[in-house]
């Protein structure tokens, strides 16, 4: 490899020379940057730039060349340069000859933009509001259209999104719902054993367990598992052109990426809520059996009383509506994606927590409204 | 320039498939410093394969491949990241990084590989982009925000933002207008005599292969056949043939 690169300032009588050599390369262009000065000898005019001697040049090294020499030419000096090897000037010639090379500025931020980002912010959400509450209209819309037309429905799409979202969730929404009934069971257990009211256990088990734990449970991992899926799979789309396309050859969007994945979690939902109920039963049920030293026959017939039906409906009925928020706000989250991989996180991670936020602001309407109603 | 060793990029017995799909069997390339190769095939016989198996993104069957006089496959992480700091790769659709802007993008490899000052790497990358024939308004845009012509570009900019040894392109003048394809060509030469450059190039532009390329690869029945202009202009082989006499080719004023 070359020597690396160098500059020497003299003078000849009036003259200013700075003599280049060596490699001017990426490598050296931070300690050349700063060698390149103008120091307080050079008070005549006229300026001589030496490149005879480089012998390796890039673009970096070009620059820093061309940047000195325009900065003489503004102070008024008469400048010549010498090259030697006719490639190498020929770079050089290009990089001289590039025109408003400015660096790309940060854009500055003073107090009033600020404020008026807040501004822009909560504009921002009510946009969003407005735009999902559309995107809800178009959904019905789409979905009374084909309901006419059921043939028209995607139905491999359908029964690939109910295996993915309601098949494969099977595992881990068993799982949660067995250990939260265990901890509900051995905790109301705990409690209710001071008052002497042990037995009470079960009735407490069966009704939170089957009104409300069970489906809220299984609606948050669903929103964290599949609602977070369809804004990452549709916004993947996106950001390739895919859903633009999709448009061009006549498909609508909304038949082809949402409609499917609406229906197919509000059927899932339901069956996991169901799955969902019978393991935090079960769950709750082991412990019981263990602590209120009772046998399994025992346990289903006390459980028998302390519920009716009706708990079990209060439950199962939510989980449509639920998946049906889940699925609409990962479909929309992920139709607002735009250009970047960015832009699909920052929106799968939104998809997710509005999920989970509205389906438990639903629970608690639900709740009031089944109090009303004296269920 | 001190010169180590005249091979820059050597591949013996190189393999790859896919499946049952055989894309490469036995191929052997020599790559000499400081020359432009262009490489030519049908859609589909690897060409983009090929490249990424020469920067290491694909693992062959079998082969060796030597880079710098260095065997690629018997490398420490350290002396691989040296490497890769002497090559610029740009991608056949771009690959830029969609979460940052264009000048970004060309200071990427800049933060990685060298120590050089905020404001000098502005420049620099400033002037990577305006060399590369985008706007000088391009760098603070984002990748979603550019037409594919200047997605290109900014590929192109990122590519030689460490002014590498060797500059791997994938198809670099597709999807630019024909002046700026020509412009793009005079760079690379130029780029190439001052820095003694190694350039590898896909492309199916027989302009640029007639403009820059001092020997041309074609990749056919699974190997390489490598060859100035007029060795191949005198190959019997019916695509080669079709493909250096064909219309296009007349038009580019070779074959005739
Ligand atoms: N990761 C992969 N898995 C399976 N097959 C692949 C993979 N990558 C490439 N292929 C196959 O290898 C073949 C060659 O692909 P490659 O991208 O190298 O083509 P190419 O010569 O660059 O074509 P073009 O001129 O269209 O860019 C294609 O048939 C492709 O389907
Ligand atoms: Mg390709």
């Known amino acids: 490899m070359s020597d690396p690169g160098w500059v020497k300032f003299t003078t000849s009588g009036s003259t200013a020379i700075w003599s280049c050599g060596g490699a001017w390369t990426i490598e050296h262009a931070t300690r050349l940057d700063g060698d390149l000065t103008i120091p ?29 020499g325009k900065t003489l030419h503004g102070k008024g000096f008469a400048v010549e340069t010498r ?96 250990l939260v009934g265990v901890v509900l069971a051995f905790q109301g257990a705990d409690q209710l054993a001071r008052f002497g009211a042990q037995t009470f256990t079960i009735n407490m088990l069966g009704i939170s367990v089957l009104r409300e734990m069970a489906v809220l449970l299984t609606a948050i991992v669903v929103a964290g598992r599949s609602g977070s899926a369809f804004t990452a799979q549709i916004g993947t789309m996106q950001v390739n052109e895919e859903v633009d396309a999709l448009r061009t050859i006549g498909l609508n969007p909304m038949d082809v990426l949402v409609v499917p994945r609406v229906l197919a979690l509000m059927i899932a939902l339901p069956l996991l809520t169901f799955f969902a109920d019978m393991m935090g039963l079960l769950g709750g049920g082991l412990m019981c059996i263990a602590l209120l030293d009772i046998s399994f026959g025992q346990y289903l017939s006390l459980l028998n009383q302390a519920i009716t039906v009706d708990h079990f409906w209060v439950g199962l009925v939510k989980a449509p509506f639920f998946a049906a928020l889940i699925a609409l706000i990962g479909c929309f989250e992920g139709l607002r994606v735009s250009g970047s991989a960015e832009s699909v996180g920052r929106l799968t991670t939104r998809s997710v927590v509005e999920g989970i936020f509205m389906v438990i602001i639903v629970d608690a309407l639900f709740s009031i409204l089944f109090s009303y109603l004296g269920i | 320039m001190a010169v180590k060793s005249d091979l820059v990029i050597s591949l013996k017995g190189i393999v790859n498939r896919f499946g049952q799909q055989v894309l490469h069997d036995g191929l052997d390339l020599d790559v000499k410093r400081g020359e432009v190769i262009g490489i030519v095939g049908g ?58 802007t264009v000048a970004e993008n060309v200071q990427a490899p800049m933060r990685e590989h060298t120590d050089l000052q905020p404001r000098l790497m502005d420049e620099l990358a400033a002037l990577k982009i305006r060399l590369s024939g985008l706007p000088a308004d391009a760098g603070a845009k984002y990748p979603s925000q550019l037409s594919g012509g200047m997605k290109k570009r900014a590929g192109l900019a990122r590519a030689l933002a460490l002014d590498p040894d060797i500059l791997f392109l994938d198809e670099p003048t597709a999807g630019l ?13 130029n780029l190439q005599r001052s820095l003694g450059l190694t350039v590898v190039m896909i492309t199916h532009d027989l302009d640029s292969l007639v403009a820059i390329c001092d020997r041309i690869g074609i990749l056919i029945d699974r190997r390489i056949r490598v060859g100035t202009l007029a060795d191949h202009l005198k190959d019997e082989h019916p695509w080669i043939k079709e493909y250096f006499h064909g219309p296009r080719a007349r038009a580019a004023g070779i074959g005739v």
């Open chain 2, 43 to 100: 859609s589909g016989t690897g060409k983009s394969v090929l490249m990424r198996t020469i920067i290491g993104l694909n693992r062959q069957a079998a082969g060796t491949i030597t880079v710098l006089g260095q065997r690629m496959d018997q490398l420490s992480d350290a002396d691989r990241t040296r490497i890769e700091a002497r090559w610029g790769v740009l991608f056949q659709n771009g690959a830029l990084f969609s979460s940052l």
């Open chain 2, 177 to 189: 207008d024909p002046i700026g394809a020509a412009e793009f060509d005079q760079l690379i030469r």
């Open chain 1, 40 to 68: 307080a000898e050079a008070i005549s005019k006229t300026a001589i730039l030496d490149l005879s001697a480089i012998d390796q040049l890039d673009t970096s090294g070009a620059w820093l060349i061309s940047r000195h």
């Open chain 1, 83 to 178: 090259e030697g090897d006719p490639d190498l000037a020929a770079l050089l010639k290009r990089v001289v000859e590039t025109e408003d090379v400015l660096p790309v500025q940060p854009p500055q931020r003073n107090l009033s933009d600020k404020i008026a980002e807040v501004g822009a912010a909560a504009e921002g959400i009510l946009t969003e509001s407005r735009d999902l509450v559309a995107f809800f209209g178009a959904l019905v819309m789409a979905l009374s259209r084909l309901a006419l037309t059921p043939w028209k429905l995607r139905w491999n799409a359908i029964f690939s999104h109910l295996e993915q979202t309601g098949l494969n969730a099977l595992p881990i929404v068993g799982m949660i719902n067995l």
